[in-house]
């Protein structure tokens, strides 16, 4: 099982940006999937879910200006952060639950529930 981010990088205030996540070695389309941020002194927090059908949910602190999507087919989910702030600024993770849930139960998934991480990506935004 793999799951690598790519896209993170530097931007300015009110800018956009987009991180992608490939994954490889188990069913895809089985799970649903998820972004998780995390900033020096502070819990990993989760930002945004897809579920395999491609529906989402967002944290209220992302709501409307991040979105979320997966191609099943070539196994990959995208988070398009626009409008973007200086606290947005954190090491950004992909990540696959332990457990094959086509939908995410509720608001998404805990930490706990992570099976798989990617190595992160940095998003710095600059005032």
């Known amino acids: 099982v793999d799951v690598v981010e790519s896209g993170g990088g530097s931007v300015q205030s009110g800018g956009s940006l987009t991180l992608s996540c490939a994954a490889s070695?188990?069913?895809?389309?089985?799970?649903?999937m998820g972004w998780f941020r995390q900033t020096p002194g502070k819990w990993r927090e989760g930002v945004a879910f897809v579920n395999a059908d491609g529906t989402s949910t967002y944290a209220d602190s992302v709501k409307g200006r991040f979105t979320i999507s997966r191609d099943n087919d070539n196994r990959t989910m995208s988070l398009r952060l626009n409008n973007v702030k200086p606290e947005d600024t954190a090491i950004y993770y992909c990540?696959?639950?332990?457990?094959?849930?086509?939908?995410?139960?509720?608001?998404?998934?805990?930490?706990?529930?992570?099976?798989?991480w990617g190595q992160g990506a940095q998003v710095t935004v600059s005032s």
């Open positions: 990540a696959r639950p332990t457990s094959s849930l086509r939908r995410c139960r509720g608001s998404g998934f805990p930490v706990s529930d992570v099976g798989f």
């Open positions: 070695g188990f069913a895809y389309n089985d799970y649903c």
